[in-house]
């Protein structure tokens, strides 16, 4: 059986947590941020979780990744 190819635009964009989940970063943090508030800048650090079925296409785009 062939190899898969892994999709590396993919491998950037996206993270597998040790559970297995998928994460990925917020939007809106690449300029512009001057005018945000201090909750809004906040907000937008932390990573959030792709829903069910996105993920499964992001997993299958990322064969190899543990």
Known sequence: MPKLKTRKAAVKKFKKTGKGKVTRR???QNHYN????????MQKRGDIR?????EKNVLR?????K
Request: aromatic letters at 4%.
């Open 61 to 65: 785009a990322m064969p190899y990744v």
């Open 50 to 54: 792709l829903t069910s079925a996105d």
């Open 34 to 41: 001057r005018k945000d508030t201090g909750r809004e800048g």
């Open 26 to 28: 917020k939007t809106g």
